[in-house]
């Protein structure tokens, strides 16, 4: 015969089990990250490049010169939406030189080639999901949609998720604010912008569905 005092214990470890497992995924919901938003590949995803792409965009090897430009750095991490640090994620990064020109034959801009500035990388993230380049702050551009502010281009591939999307920059809010794609993100498009803190050091997340 059961023991009425063992079968209470029973059914009190089943009742906080199961408010355990209630408060465990009231914290998961809590705590999950709004995916970063989706944008357009554009015209000038780099097909032919040069044979050099990594993570400092401003110098390549041989060339007496820096690129031309103001030179910044972006960091940031790759996350999953539930905060876990994607290691191994790749980053493609493409961007415009100073001048609002794109090293790419379909870039109908009368705006000079700058011929030391390497305009694209393929980077990893660390084992924490950190990631980091050294490049020029690119120009806003004329487009047929009107035009641009500054942005940089990302490509990212975690293990399970893939995201095309473009970051922006906090101090550009005046003519972020009257670009098409930017306006077009609406309520997430905070979520793209990448924030300025010492001078020219730009911190942005990317945050993928999954991937860890
Ligand atoms: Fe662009």
């Not at 919901?29 to 401003?58: N, V």
């Not at 030391?116 to 924490?128: V, W």
């Amino acid at each position: 015969m059961t023991d009425p005092l063992n079968r209470l214990s029973r059914r009190a470890f089943g009742v906080s089990v199961l408010a355990f497992g209630a408060l465990s995924a009231m914290r998961v919901a809590a705590a999950e990250l709004k995916p970063t938003p989706t944008q357009t590949l554009g015209p000038f995803y780099p097909i032919e490049r040069l044979a050099e792409d990594d993570a400092d965009l401003t110098w390549i090897k041989g060339h007496a010169k820096r690129a031309e430009g103001s030179v910044i750095q972006v960091k940031g991490r790759v996350l999953d939406r539930y905060g876990h640090p994607v290691s191994g994620a790749r980053l493609e990064i493409w961007q415009c030189n100073s001048l609002g020109r794109y090293a790419h034959a379909n870039d109908v801009s009368t705006m000079p080639l700058d011929p030391n500035f390497q305009g694209y990388a393929s980077i990893r993230t660390s084992a924490k999901g950190e990631w980091r380049i050294t490049t020029i702050k690119p120009a806003a551009y004329d487009s047929p949609i009107g035009r641009r502010t500054p942005h940089i281009h990302f490509d990212v591939q975690g293990k399970s998720h893939r995201l095309t999307t473009q970051m922006y920059f906090s101090d550009d809010d005046a003519t972020n604010s009257k670009d098409l794609l930017y306006q077009e993100l609406g309520g997430s498009a905070e979520r793209t912008v990448a924030k300025l803190g010492a001078p020219g050091q730009y911190d942005w997340n990317v945050i993928l569905m999954d991937g860890v």
